[in-house]
């Protein structure tokens, strides 16, 4: 235990950031995240934003997953309601980005919490297998319902405008992507300090002898599932807005093992693993892709070789780190963070 911490108030007790050097050390990541833009190139702010996007992606499923422990499969068919809600409104009624991308997060909201009702009444893999059926439900949707998603052609989606300020570039992107993931990710910092993050992870950890404690398990059930998918939906309208096309094919089922991956990879029941998770698993394939570029000249049928070997990657990093480190990257971190508290002392 780290001496100098005691905490005489429970304000104190329950504060984000407890310490000096934990403030200082957020000042300096706010402030390379402000710097980031004006000193790398256009490739390394493309993938900032699809990292910030998978963030908030992550940081949902987490709550669901991780927090409240019902497991979901669906993610990516949330993101996708998201998405089409965005494209829908600001193709046809040209409404302002932020007000479209706050309705893409109460509609999925809505869908998630219609999805979690079974929750109720099944748990584990059957819920699991609920939440599939609702993916392939609504990618079908997605496909087939042509007078509002246009089908297989999908919808095209004008840039993002912001205060008068058109964002079609990863640069401009980057200063709406990256505080809209801020936001959710301390906002889902806050949620467990409260009643309804409490009553989160008592439902996780027993959820009889909660409903005993006068947890209503359905109300805490369908909020947790409408809180994953409003994080849900709010990333994919940033997604919209950052690939501007939106297709049944931009978010299939394999998109949902990723999400799930990045939960268990970063470490389920955290904050700091979602995070962790989502940069993970986003930049995996960037060293794939590096790879392929590496050996392309010793091993000309590398990228053939090498196009299938993400879904495998993915699947042996589940079972990696549920063999190895079922904590996932926040644990080793944590024990990283622990050594040098008590160094050069021995644990």
């Known amino acids: 235990m780290r001496i100098g911490t005691l905490k005489e108030t429970y304000a104190a007790d329950e504060a984000l950031f407890d310490t000096?050097?934990?403030?200082?050390?957020?000042?300096?990541f706010f402030l390379g995240l402000v710097l980031f833009p004006f000193t790398v190139g256009e490739y390394w702010l493309y993938i900032a934003c699809l990292v910030a996007i998978h963030v908030i992606s992550t940081t949902g499923?987490?709550?669901?997953?991780?927090?409240?422990?019902?497991?979901?499969l669906g993610q990516a068919a949330f993101m996708g309601v998201g998405a089409y809600t965005v494209a829908v409104l600001e193709a046809r009624l040209g409404t302002p980005t932020l007000l479209n991308i706050l309705v893409a997060g109460f509609v999925t909201a809505g869908?998630?919490?219609?999805v979690g009702l079974p929750s109720l009444r099944v748990k584990g893999l059957y819920l699991a297998m609920a939440t599939i059926a609702a993916s392939f439900i609504l990618h079908f949707i997605f496909a087939n319902w042509n007078s509002v998603t246009h089908g297989v052609s999908g919808i095209?989606?004008?840039?993002?405008e912001v205060l008068g300020?058109?964002?079609?570039?990863?640069?401009?992107?980057?200063w709406l992507i990256v505080p809209f993931a801020i936001v959710m990710v301390l906002a889902a910092s806050n949620l467990f300090r409260t009643r309804i993050g409490r009553a989160f992870i008592a439902i996780r950890d027993r959820d009889i002898s909660a409903e005993v404690l006068g947890i209503p398990l359905l109300r805490y059930k369908l909020m947790s599932f409408a809180l994953s998918s409003f994080y849900a939906g709010v990333a994919g309208g940033l997604w919209a807005y950052f690939f501007r096309v939106?297709?049944?094919?931009?978010?299939?089922?394999?998109y949902s093992i990723f999400f799930l991956a990045a939960v268990i990879v970063g470490g389920m029941g955290t904050i700091l693993g979602?995070?962790?998770g989502a940069v993970f698993m986003t930049l995996v394939p960037e060293v794939l892709k590096l790879a392929v570029g590496v050996l392309s000249p010793v091993l000309p049928d590398a990228v053939a070789i090498l196009s299938p070997v993400r879904t495998?990657?993915?699947?042996?990093?589940?079972?990696?780190?549920?063999?190895?480190?079922?904590?996932?990257?926040?644990e080793i971190w944590r024990r990283t963070r622990r050594f040098f508290h008590l160094w050069p002392f021995k644990t």
């Open 111 to 114: 869908v998630g919490a219609l």
């Open 61 to 72: 499923l987490n709550i669901l997953t991780g927090f409240t422990g019902l497991v979901s």
């Open 156 to 160: 095209n989606v004008p840039p993002a």
């Open 274 to 276: 979602g995070i962790l």
């Open 20 to 28: 000096r050097t934990q403030r200082i050390w957020l000042a300096l």
């Open 165 to 174: 300020f058109e964002m079609a570039r990863p640069v401009q992107l980057y």
């Open 312 to 330: 495998i990657v993915f699947g042996a990093l589940i079972v990696g780190f549920l063999v190895f480190e079922p904590h996932g990257l926040a």
């Open 246 to 254: 939106v297709t049944p094919e931009s978010f299939p089922f394999v």
